[in-house]
């Protein structure tokens, strides 16, 4: 019966979601790199409609990473053309990307694009894509991602999604959006909370905590099927499901025995196994991106901090090892992708603040000057942290680069953004 | 918002009016029957009383005492301080009214929903809160209800009754909220 009347929900709620299309989120870039490098994307040749929808999205993104500075590169600029090197080194562009549009027979297009560095006046790349009209946003994002990773060695994640959790007066949505925030569609809406969502490795799922049966239980939810199955509900709360690396597990967070304590269940909700043992609350597991540790915040020492356990060895035989020492409230540990830092929730004063640990010397760093910091997450290439925050009241995302110079934005009309999630690179 | 003295006809209305929503789509809000409401502007008690006081004495181990407002049994929260999940003595004597009746009544079920205030970690807040069921959980057991009749849980910082950023809003939120079968 219940059950019933979440699905009669559910499809009135996926009605409104066409109604509430243009919620979606918007990008403002509140902070910039300092030594930003300037680039020129020329106006393709061709197809001109098809041109001008893709480098607008192309410049869109590299100028929101922060780490680019856009040069007019005057004349548009065929793929296959020679670029006028000394009329872009005197525009002070250090690389130009030109492309053409090409359209087949059965409707599809053809993107032609290359990348030079002027200085050297040399070819960096000449990337081809085979797309159609209704690909065109992510074309452009595969375009800015070849950009990004030839200009800076690392991967971009123009391509990558996000989730995250919408609350307007009385209606909880589980969001997947592009990481420009276009393009969102609801995973989940439903009239009672949701937190937590975490990706899969592989992009194809998310794990959440929904608050439906009203009490927490954990889900696992197939996006291309929009298909869930329960992962863990037992004797009291279920909550902060994290992904193993291989994910094929999940850690997880039960009370079935007592309070918050870790366990491990298999992805399809089966062979469930304690992790770890305290006294206290021991919540918010992450693997680290090895597999060796899984870090997790706990009251064990008094007052929340954060810990981590080796994942080798028995579940009995293991001992925690504290990694916050400073401060009395330490929480929501997110190791980085590469491993080598920890960002986490730090509580100074009545502020709760986005802080991150080099691993390797245990020195601290505080990213931001906000005050309601929550539920960090890594982009995938490790160069962006996405956050919650509060403005005015307000629940909105926040996103800030490792060293704290790249400053982002992102919000939805009338509406509390939450609980948010970067996806995996899905190549 | 204010914390509101609901009269005694008014209580009954909006437990006529809770219950009679348990049966449609969309369900309500989950407040423990008739405690708070947390859109003043939806339910107006106050305006057109029902009155459906009964004159006669309850007992007080029946199903009707858990509604009937003379009851202790009406009442279904309990409060905590900052970080604290200590069940403080002024509630001692709520928690064994309802042991007593749990201990009476052994097929009544109580789910238990421990509540926290907004500052911090989402999933921590959980944790807190789950700490704080647990509490209640463990004290009705003292005062002899079975376990197989509990369920302790947590809605963390999810379900504020008050939702303003002060102290006053916090310790309403800091709750434990007792819901016996049928309210759940």
């Known amino acids: 019966m219940r059950f019933h009347r979440l699905v009669l929900c559910c499809a009135a709620c996926l009605a409104l979601c066409s109604l509430a299309a243009r919620a979606q989120l918007t990008v403002e870039i509140t902070g910039a790199g300092a030594n930003r490098l300037p680039v020129a994307i020329a106006d393709f040749t061709g197809e001109r409609i098809i041109s001008q929808a893709l480098t607008s999205v192309v410049r869109a993104d590299l100028e929101r990473s922060g780490l680019f500075r856009l040069v007019d590169a005057g004349a548009p600029l065929a793929d296959s053309a020679t670029p006028v090197f000394e009329d872009l080194r005197t525009r002070g562009a250090d690389a130009v990307a030109g492309g053409s549009v090409a359209m087949f027979a059965d409707g599809r297009y053809e993107t032609r694009v290359r990348l030079s560095d002027v200085p050297k006046q040399a070819v960096l790349g000449n990337p081809a894509y085979l797309h159609t009209g209704a690909q065109l946003r992510a074309t452009a994002h595969r375009i800015a991602d070849f950009i990004y990773e030839k200009l800076t060695g690392e991967p971009g994640v123009f391509s990558t999604r996000i989730a995250y959790v919408v609350k307007s007066t009385g209606r909880y949505e589980l969001k997947i959006a592009d990481a420009d925030g276009s393009n969102d569609q609801a995973a989940l809406a439903s009239r009672e909370p949701i937190i937590s969502p975490a990706w899969s490795p592989d992009g194809s799922k998310l794990a959440y905590v929904s608050f439906e049966a009203k009490k927490p239980v954990v889900y696992v939810h197939d996006l291309a099927s929009g298909r869930r199955h329960v992962a863990a509900n037992f004797k009291g709360s279920n909550s902060a499901p994290a992904w193993s690396p291989d994910g094929k597990q999940l850690a997880v967070v039960l009370t079935k025995d007592g309070s918050s304590q870790l366990y491990i269940v298999n992805a399809d909700g089966s062979g469930v196994t304690r992790m770890a043992t305290s006294s206290g609350i021991d919540t918010e597991p992450r693997w680290s991106p090895d597999r060796q540790f899984i870090y997790f915040t706990s009251d064990r020492g008094g007052s929340p901090q954060i810990y981590r356990i080796a994942t080798g060895g028995g579940a009995s035989g293991n001992t925690a090892e504290r990694v916050t020492f400073e401060g009395s409230y330490n929480v929501t540990p997110r190791p980085s992708p590469d491993g080598k830092s920890l960002a986490f929730i730090a509580r100074d004063g009545g502020r709760f603040q986005l802080a991150l640990m080099d691993l390797a010397t245990r020195q601290t760093q505080i990213l931001t000057d906000s005050a309601k910091d929550e539920s960090p997450s890594f982009a995938p290439n490790g160069r962006m942290i996405l956050y919650a925050t509060e403005i005015n009241g307000r629940g909105v995302l926040a996103a800030v680069s490792s060293d704290g110079r790249v400053k982002q934005k992102l919000s939805v009309q009338a509406a509390d953004v939450r609980e948010p999630a970067w996806g995996p690179l899905v190549r | ?184």
């Open chain 2, 1 to 184: 918002m204010r914390t509101r003295h609901i009269s005694l006809p008014a209580l009954a209305a909006l437990t006529l009016l809770l219950a009679a929503c348990g049966s449609q789509p969309p369900a309500p809000e989950q407040n423990p029957a008739g405690v708070e409401s947390r859109s003043p502007g939806a339910i107006k008690v106050d305006s057109n009383p029902v009155a459906r006081v009964q004159p006669d004495a309850f007992d007080p181990a029946s199903i009707a005492a858990l509604k009937d407002p003379r009851s202790p049994l009406s009442k279904r929260s309990i409060y905590f301080d900052y970080d604290s999940y200590v069940v403080k003595d002024e509630f001692q004597a709520l928690l064994t009214a309802h042991g007593k009746f749990l201990s009476a009544n052994p097929k009544i079920r109580m789910l238990i929903q421990g509540n926290a205030d907004e500052r911090g970690s989402r999933e921590y807040n959980l944790a807190l809160g789950q700490k704080r069921a647990d509490a209640v959980r463990k004290a009705l057991i003292l005062l002899g209800a079975r376990d197989d009749q509990l369920e302790a849980v947590s809605l963390g910082e999810e379900k504020p009754v008050c939702t303003e950023a002060s102290e006053e809003c916090w310790g309403k939120n800091r709750r434990g909220d007792m819901l016996y079968s049928g309210e759940f």
